[in-house]
């Protein structure tokens, strides 16, 4: 892997708390490991999805996890593509914006 390049999303908080965008930020590259942070106000759980090089769809790469930290291992050259969903007990919030992460 060589070097790598974070796009980040300026996310803004608007209305009430399930109506408020999460945020995902790429925080660390080192070797071939991304470690990223995220939030959403009043939620209890998350999915992440995922977009690689050459893929058309998001696929959910954590599922329900109560972390605000998600560790991808070995992505591969090209444009990544996140995004979070907050979740609580009246169910699933908005999508976050999304942040790109570009392997060299």
Known sequence: MGEYDFHLSQLQYTKSAMNQLPTFVPMAMTGTQMQSEYDALHATSFDVLHKGPGE??????????????????????GNHEYKVIGQNSRG????????TVVVA
């Open 56 to 77: 058309t769809e998001f696929t959910i790469v954590a599922d329900d996890t109560i972390d605000k930290v998600f560790d991808a291992s070995g992505p591969v050259s």
């Open 92 to 99: 699933n919030g908005p999508e976050s914006e999304v942040a």
